[in-house]
T-cell receptor, first 114, second 112 residues
Framework: KAGVTQTPRYLIKTRGQQVTLSCSPISGHRSVSWYQQTPGQGLQFLFEYFSETQRNKGNFPGRFSGRQFSNSRSEMNVSTLELGDSALYLC?????????????FGQGTRLTVV | GESVGLHLPTLSVQEGDNSIINCAYSNSASDYFIWYKQESGKGPQFIIDIRSNMDKRQGQRVTVLLNKTVKHLSLQIAATQPGDSAVYFCAEASGGYNKLIFGAGTRLAVHP
């Protein structure tokens, strides 16, 4: 079974630009979560989607948004990039509709804002 | 690979010894706990999980202990191997919807 796939792996953007990251979950998984990882703040929850609906959102500004498609693939978008948005963005997928269960992570997208 | 965390606490052990990594969690309402291993340049890898109705769970070479009274979680790795060298994160969740709150992480360094 293929794992969680994130594209692209690496990205360099300029301040003020916007970026879209993609995540394909494990086949059959309908929940997709996004996390930001930085050396200073660690791993922080961005949002979670299930059946194309955002069910939960972390404490990030509105510049961070996401969506999920009917095939469970998800994208996240960051608009008006700031230097502080440089981070590893991780996507995780899991099976359960309700309740928590193990989330499997992708390799991440390393975003550098210059 | 990229650094996961610049100033993480480090646990150094000899190959073959047992390792114990500790984690204090914050939310007394958390009902699900999970350990991840992250190697440089990779995403977190699931190790083991435990629900709040249990206090111990065992996997292959790993054991997780949960003490809800003091809000403490530990990961025990038996016969630690060089391949176990990585950063280990605990995470907690409550209320469903797969929102994980991660700890800061502990770097495990295994020496031959």
């Amino acid at each position: 079974k293929a794992g969680v796939t994130q594209t692209p792996r690496y990205l360099i953007k300029t301040r003020g630009q916007q970026v879209t990251l993609s995540c394909s979950p494990i086949s059959g998984h309908r929940s997709v979560s996004w996390y930001q990882q930085t050396p200073g703040q660690g791993l922080q929850f961005l949002f979670e989607y299930f059946s194309e609906t955002q069910r939960n959102k972390g404490n990030f500004p509105g510049r961070f948004s996401g969506r999920q498609f009917s095939n469970s693939r998800s994208e996240m978008n960051v608009s008006t990039l700031e230097l502080g948005d440089s981070a590893l963005y991780l996507c995780a997928s899991s099976t359960r509709e309700g309740g928590n269960t193990e989330a499997f992570f992708g390799q991440g997208t390393r975003l550098t804002v210059v | 690979g990229e650094s996961v965390g610049l100033h993480l606490p480090t646990l150094s052990v000899q190959e073959g010894d047992n390792s114990i990594i500790n984690c204090a969690y914050s939310n007394s309402a958390s009902d699900y706990f999970i350990w991840y291993k992250q190697e440089s340049g990779k995403g977190p890898q699931f190790i083991i999980d435990i629900r709040s109705n249990m206090d111990k769970r065992q996997g292959q070479r790993v054991t997780v202990l949960l003490n809800k009274t003091v809000k403490h979680l530990s990961l025990q790795i038996a016969a630690t191997q060089p391949g176990d060298s990585a950063v280990y994160f605990c995470a907690e969740a409550s209320g469903g919807y797969n929102k994980l709150i991660f700890g800061a992480g502990t770097r495990l360094a295994v020496h031959p």
